[in-house]
């Protein structure tokens, strides 16, 4: 029988934790350590019944523990060195999106890991859930172009107040959040994006001036196609029309339509965050009177996986790709080309001009 990988967390807030408890229960990973700066650590040891060992620094961490691969969930501004030492040590990664704050901080983690031979695999959890499978399935039987309106406002108070005002000391709404939606419209389309706009408002004193806490990107495609998505964090964003999951072309309109996780008070709510519960088919092919053909079909999706379901497939994903030694170019490819169209965005809104993507 095969030792199980020993695997090392850095970051044990929301993501982190629930990383953790997929290893903790998977036979296949053996947690050798938990990384923080803070006492998420031992609120994590505590939640997991573990008794593992705890390190502020992740450096010594590292050189104690020997793992085989890291997974890290911190701000997106410690992931570049934190992935480049990781893969030096030679430890394949799971990472949390995005890959990095940059760009180019990117590039060089991907480009580390074709020299150590190591996995990286990037935290897109949409791409693991079966119903954002079926609604970019349903999205390609519309024709061409399409029109993808979507969008994610959180309402956020208390802790998570807190979180989201540490994250845009790194990164604006659109960018961290949009990174996301922004892969699931590429998928859609499966179209080269070539030009973006984008705008955005700084609405509180608590964030540095040269960020904004609400933002809205447009992007076409090389097809025709177009699409908008909006991110705003705060205590003053509206709930109003806050989960907007909706595409249409030629041949009708695929809205995912979550009545539960999309109500009042849920907006900064991760487990709400993937949640469809339900895909509505609109065909618009209409008769000689211009009426309707056909009715509006609705896809049951309420047997979806939770949160915490999610990040469990995300590591099985992780173990095969180890294990089956999976090619991942065009996984690091994609997780760098949804990152490089939200930088762009991020650069309209600060210049306030169209941005032509190479």
Same mark, same amino acid.
Request: glycine letters at 6%.
């Given at each position: 029988?095969?030792?199980?990988?020993?695997?090392?967390?850095? +970051?044990?807030?929301?993501?982190?934790?629930?990383?953790?408890?997929?290893?903790?229960?998977?036979?296949?990973?053996?947690?050798?350590?938990?990384?923080?700066?803070? $006492?998420?650590?031992?609120?994590?040891?505590?939640?997991?019944? +573990?008794?593992?060992?705890?390190?502020?620094?992740?450096?010594?961490?590292?050189?104690?523990?020997?793992?085989?691969?890291?997974?890290?969930?911190?701000?997106?501004?410690?992931?570049?060195?934190?992935?480049?030492?990781?893969?030096?040590?030679?430890?394949?990664?799971?990472?949390?999106?995005?890959?990095?704050?940059?760009?180019?901080?990117?590039?060089?983690?991907?480009?580390?890991?074709?020299?150590?031979?190591?996995?990286?695999? #990037? +935290?897109?959890?949409?791409?693991?859930?079966?119903?954002?499978?079926?609604?970019?399935?349903?999205?390609?039987?519309?024709?061409?172009?399409?029109?993808?309106?979507?969008?994610?406002?959180?309402?956020?108070?208390?802790?998570?107040?807190?979180?989201?005002?540490?994250?845009?000391? $790194?990164? @604006?709404?659109?960018? =961290?959040? /949009?990174?996301h939606y922004i892969?699931?419209?590429?998928?859609?389309?499966? @179209?080269?994006?070539?030009?973006?706009?984008?705008? /955005?408002?700084?609405?509180?004193?608590?964030?540095?001036?040269?960020?904004?806490?609400?933002?809205?990107?447009?992007?076409?495609?090389?097809?025709?196609?177009?699409?908008?998505?909006?991110?705003?964090? /705060?205590?003053?964003? $509206?709930?109003?029309?806050?989960?907007?999951?909706?595409?249409?072309?030629?041949?009708?309109?695929?809205?995912?339509?979550?009545?539960? &996780?999309?109500?009042?008070?849920? @907006?900064?709510?991760?487990?709400?965050?993937?949640?469809?519960?339900?895909?509505?088919?609109?065909? &618009?092919?209409?008769? $000689?009177?211009?009426?309707?053909?056909?009715?509006?079909?609705?896809? =049951?999706?309420?047997?979806?996986? +939770?949160?915490q379901e999610l990040?469990?497939?995300?590591?099985?994903?992780?173990?095969?790709?180890?294990?089956?030694?999976?090619?991942?170019?065009?996984?690091?490819?994609?997780?760098?080309? @949804?990152?490089?169209?939200?930088?762009?965005?991020?650069?309209? #809104?600060?210049?306030?001009?169209?941005?032509?993507?190479?």
């Amino acid at each position: 029988m095969n030792s199980p990988l020993k695997i090392l967390v850095i +970051g044990c807030g929301n993501m982190g934790a629930s990383h953790a408890a997929a290893y903790d229960k998977m036979s296949e990973f053996e947690i050798c350590g938990l990384v923080s700066r803070g $006492s998420s650590k031992e609120k994590l040891n505590q939640k997991l019944n +573990g008794n593992y060992p705890l390190f502020d620094d992740y450096q010594k961490a590292l050189t104690e523990t020997k793992p085989d691969a890291v997974c890290i969930s911190t701000y997106p501004d410690t992931h570049e060195e934190i992935a480049i030492n990781s893969l030096e040590q030679g430890c394949h990664i799971f990472i949390e999106k995005p890959l990095a704050d940059t760009i180019a901080g990117s590039e060089r983690i991907i480009q580390k890991a074709k020299e150590s031979n190591k996995k990286v695999v #990037v +935290g897109y959890i949409l791409r693991h859930h079966p119903s954002w499978i079926r609604f970019i399935d349903e999205a390609q039987k519309l024709g061409k172009p399409l029109v993808m309106r979507m969008n994610l406002n959180q309402q956020s108070h208390g802790v998570m107040w807190d979180v989201h005002r540490s994250l845009m000391k $790194s990164l @604006s709404p659109i960018v =961290d959040c /949009g990174v996301h939606y922004i892969d699931v419209m590429c998928q859609m389309t499966r @179209s080269k994006p070539v030009t973006v706009s984008a705008i /955005g408002a700084r609405l509180t004193e608590d964030i540095a001036p040269d960020n904004y806490n609400y933002g809205q990107l447009q992007i076409r495609f090389e097809d025709g196609s177009v699409g908008w998505y909006e991110a705003g964090w /705060g205590p003053m964003v $509206s709930e109003t029309a806050f989960f907007i999951k909706d595409v249409f072309g030629p041949k009708g309109a695929v809205s995912i339509v979550a009545k539960d &996780a999309g109500g009042s008070g849920k @907006s900064d709510d991760v487990d709400s965050h993937t949640k469809t519960e339900s895909i509505r088919v609109h065909h &618009a092919e209409i008769d $000689s009177k211009n009426h309707f053909t056909k009715a509006d079909e609705w896809i =049951d999706m309420k047997d979806e996986p +939770g949160h915490q379901e999610l990040c469990d497939r995300e590591q099985a994903y992780f173990l095969k790709a180890i294990k089956e030694n999976i090619d991942l170019t065009d996984h690091l490819d994609d997780a760098l080309n @949804s990152l490089k169209i939200a930088f762009a965005c991020d650069e309209s #809104v600060k210049t306030g001009k169209i941005i032509t993507l190479k």
